[in-house]
């Protein structure tokens, strides 16, 4: 690891950066400590002219950027001042050897809880771009997320031109009740959750919904420049279509890997999915708005939030005149909600640079393979309680027909104590244990197993996993989520995978790198991974309704044998359950 020089509040860094940057030598400045407060709070934000509290950071919503360079070590000290549970999550962040930073409740720690602390200790190795920061314990990230912008390390450049400007637009979702309740309420009944009562670009609705045109994000552009757009996708249950009217993008990363660039009209974007465009603004001034809009990719079943979201795309008149105050506003057309086909053809567009400076280290060979189903199902209703569900069950969701149950402990003690007895099993089955027509006519029989069930990796074990979806419930996309790597998406398609077949198909040269996929709907996507990170790692549907049904899954991966290869222990002030 590059040793890091300098130790100074983020505040502090930028406000002294200026004065001393000709004093620092770029070849000793390596890397440096980057020290942030999130003060967890509870203040009044008011949306759709409905006010309600809700839960942030530092009483901001969306809340702060974090700012690095890769290589730069982070300590973001965490104080809980509200009375939920609390834990951050760094997302897509490797998280090398610091598995006790990564921040799923129960699985890497016990919550933060009232009134206690805990400092997040992590390094940025090899990543640059955008990936983002949120709550990962009940629906909390509703409202606690934000960025996380990666720069290159000084003196290193981006395999592309520099951009004018760069300006995050984080995609969210907003309900008028308490999301806390919402889930709440729909796991005691067994049913679907309320849907959102809107989307949010940088926080804001938009002029699209009522008593909303105040609150719109705004971007202010110069013509004839290049701005690099930092979109995320932080909303709970749905993936996005988004485009801004009358001007094309070009896709330059995804998940803070650089890829091939493409241009495109229409971006499509799941829940924890990153993605910088770059927009090239038109050459002259047009006298006239455009809007950013973006709605839902939808290919369930159930409720959704059936509405769009927009942001304004204004040009600066050179001369700051305003010639004409009627400017003519345009929107762009966005696909059809359940466009899967454009869907497919928009994902398989994504191409690892795989060049001499980006190489994509594709494992070649697997030392492991696994088939796992994903999709819905059904719990028994408990006695003498009335269930909303299919046939008066409970809906639930599933990796191979095991609904997840989290413990009541975190994961990662249990294994490093080695107390894993009463808290989890390592018999996760590594293909379904009763084989259908995953993507015909479904069984009669749709209820789940509930357990704790994981599956252990030697370290360096190279890793395929095939993701199945099925028609259970409803056949419908999954953003899958896996922490503590990326993962090479090496093939996809609809319809059940073909073990014999379907392998000859696979791109094992450029293959795009993320952390975050979409299982397409009736269909099937291929992954690889080495697991060379040693600790107990999340996977799940980042869908926040599907993971709170079960839809989600840990790996437990085995020290190896040098030191640079096993998990540190426990920070002192890890919390406690």
Same mark, same amino acid.
């Given at each position: 690891?590059? *040793?890091?020089?300098?130790?100074l509040?983020?505040?502090?860094?930028?406000?002294?950066?200026?004065?001393?940057?000709?004093?620092?030598?770029p070849?000793?400045?390596?890397?440096? =400590?980057?020290n942030?407060?999130?003060?967890?709070?509870? &203040?009044?934000?008011?949306?759709?002219?409905?006010?309600?509290s809700?839960?942030?950071?530092?009483?901001?919503?969306?809340?702060?950027?974090?700012?690095?360079?890769?290589?730069?070590?982070?300590?973001?000290?965490?104080?809980n001042?509200v009375?939920?549970n609390? +834990?951050?999550?760094?997302?897509g962040?490797?998280?090398?050897?610091?598995?006790?930073?990564?921040?799923?409740?129960?699985?890497?720690?016990? *919550?933060?809880?009232?009134?206690?602390t805990?400092?997040?200790?992590?390094?940025?190795?090899?990543?640059?771009? +955008?990936?983002? @920061?949120?709550?990962?314990?009940? @629906?909390?990230?509703?409202?606690?997320?934000?960025?996380?912008?990666?720069?290159?390390k000084?003196n /290193?450049?981006y395999?592309?031109?520099?951009?004018?400007?760069?300006?995050?637009?984080?995609?969210?979702?907003?309900?008028?009740?308490?999301?806390?309740?919402?889930?709440?309420?729909?796991l005691?009944t067994?049913?679907? *959750?309320?849907?959102?009562?809107?989307?949010t670009?940088?926080?804001?609705?938009?002029?699209?919904?009522?008593?909303?045109?105040?609150? =719109?994000?705004?971007?202010?552009?110069?013509?004839?420049?290049?701005?690099?757009?930092r #979109?995320?996708?932080?909303?709970?249950n749905? /993936?996005?279509?988004?485009?801004i009217?009358?001007?094309t993008?070009?896709?330059?990363?995804?998940?803070a890997?650089?890829?091939k660039p493409?241009?495109?009209? !229409? !971006?499509?974007?799941?829940?924890?999915?990153?993605?910088?465009?770059?927009?090239?603004?038109?050459?002259?001034?047009?006298?006239?708005?455009?809007?950013?809009?973006?709605?839902?990719?939808?290919?369930g079943q159930g409720?959704?939030?059936?509405?769009?979201?927009?942001?304004?795309?204004?040009? /600066? &008149?050179?001369?700051?005149?305003t010639?004409?105050?009627?400017?003519?506003?345009?929107?762009?057309?966005?696909?059809?909600l359940?466009?899967?086909?454009?869907?497919?053809?928009?994902t398989?567009?994504?191409?690892?640079?795989?060049?001499?400076?980006?190489?994509?280290?594709v494992?070649?060979?697997?030392?492991?393979?696994?088939?796992?189903?994903?999709? #819905?199902?059904s719990?028994?209703?408990?006695?003498?309680?009335?269930?909303?569900?299919?046939?008066?069950t409970? %809906?639930?969701?599933?990796?191979?027909?095991?609904s997840?149950?989290?413990?009541?402990?975190?994961?990662?003690?249990?294994?490093?104590?080695?107390?894993?007895?009463g808290?989890?099993?390592?018999?996760?089955?590594?293909?379904?244990?009763?084989?259908f027509?995953?993507?015909? =006519?479904?069984?009669?029989?749709? %209820?789940?197993?509930n357990? =704790?069930?994981l599956v252990?990796?030697?370290?360096n +074990?190279?890793?395929?996993?095939?993701?199945?979806?099925?028609?259970?419930?409803g056949?419908?996309? &999954? *953003?899958?989520? %896996?922490?503590g790597?990326n993962?090479?998406v090496?093939?996809?398609?609809?319809?059940?995978?073909n073990?014999?077949q379907?392998?000859?198909?696979?791109?094992?040269?450029?293959? !795009?790198?993320?952390?975050?996929?979409?299982?397409?709907?009736?269909?099937?996507?291929?992954?690889r991974?080495?697991?060379?990170?040693?600790?107990v790692?999340?996977?799940?549907?980042?869908?926040?309704?599907h993971?709170?049904?079960? #839809?989600?899954?840990?790996?437990?991966?085995?020290?190896?044998? #040098?030191?640079?290869?096993?998990?540190?222990?426990?920070?002192?002030?890890?919390?406690?359950?």
């Open positions: 690891m590059e *040793p890091c020089h300098l130790s509040p983020a505040s502090m860094v930028i406000r002294l950066f200026g004065v001393f940057a000709a004093l620092l030598l070849e000793f400045v390596f890397c440096m =400590t980057r942030y407060t999130f003060n967890i709070v509870q &203040h009044n934000v008011t949306r759709l002219c409905h006010t309600k809700i839960v942030s950071v530092n009483g901001h919503f969306p809340g702060p950027r974090i700012v690095a360079r890769e290589g730069d070590q982070l300590l973001v000290k965490v104080v001042h009375s939920n609390i +834990t951050i999550h760094w997302h962040i490797r998280q090398l050897r610091s598995g006790w930073a990564d921040g799923p409740a129960y699985v890497t720690q016990c *919550p933060i809880q009232t009134g206690q805990f400092t997040y200790n992590f390094t940025i190795t090899g990543q640059r771009g +955008t990936l983002f @920061w949120h709550a990962h314990i009940s @629906w909390l990230r509703a409202t606690v997320y934000g960025p996380i912008i990666i720069h290159p000084r /290193e450049s395999p592309f031109r520099k951009p004018y400007k760069e300006v995050p637009i984080i995609f969210g979702e907003w309900w008028n009740a308490d999301p806390e309740a919402v889930i709440n309420q729909a005691q067994g049913t679907g *959750p309320n849907v959102s009562d809107a989307y670009i940088n926080g804001f609705p938009g002029p699209l919904y009522n008593c909303s045109s105040k609150d =719109t994000f705004r971007l202010k552009v110069k013509p004839g420049k290049t701005y690099m757009l #979109l995320i996708n932080a909303a709970m749905d /993936e996005l279509f988004f485009s009217a009358n001007h993008v070009i896709i330059v990363e995804a998940d890997v650089y890829i493409f241009q495109t009209d !229409v !971006v499509v974007i799941t829940p924890g999915q990153t993605t910088n465009v770059f927009l090239k603004t038109k050459p002259y001034y047009p006298n006239a708005t455009f809007l950013m809009a973006a709605r839902p990719y939808f290919t409720t959704f939030d059936n509405s769009t979201v927009a942001g304004i795309l204004e040009y /600066e &008149h050179p001369l700051n005149h010639f004409n105050t009627k400017k003519m506003v345009f929107k762009p057309t966005l696909p059809p359940n466009a899967t086909t454009l869907v497919a053809n928009f398989g567009k994504f191409r690892s640079l795989n060049n001499p400076n980006f190489t994509a280290s494992p070649q060979t697997v030392d492991k393979q696994f088939y796992f189903t994903v999709g #819905l199902g719990s028994p209703c408990p006695k003498n309680t009335t269930c909303q569900g299919p046939n008066g409970k %809906l639930a969701a599933a990796l191979n027909n095991v997840f149950a989290l413990p009541t402990t975190a994961l990662l003690q249990a294994y490093v104590t080695k107390k894993s007895n808290v989890y099993t390592t018999d996760f089955p590594t293909k379904p244990p009763s084989p027509n995953y993507t015909g =006519t479904p069984p009669n029989n749709t %209820l789940v197993s357990a =704790t069930r252990v990796l030697p370290f +074990t190279s890793v395929e996993l095939v993701l199945q979806d099925t028609s259970i419930l056949a419908e996309d &999954h *953003p899958l989520h %896996l922490h790597f993962f090479f090496v093939g996809q398609g609809f319809g059940n995978y073990p014999t379907d392998p000859a198909n696979f791109n094992l040269v450029d293959p !795009v790198e993320r952390n975050t996929f979409g299982v397409p709907a009736g269909g099937w996507v291929a992954i991974f080495l697991a060379d990170n040693p600790g790692w999340f996977m799940h549907c980042h869908f926040d309704v993971t709170s049904w079960g #839809l989600r899954m840990a790996w437990i991966v085995m020290d190896g044998p #040098l030191p640079s290869q096993k998990l540190p222990p426990p920070p002192s002030d890890l919390p406690k359950c």
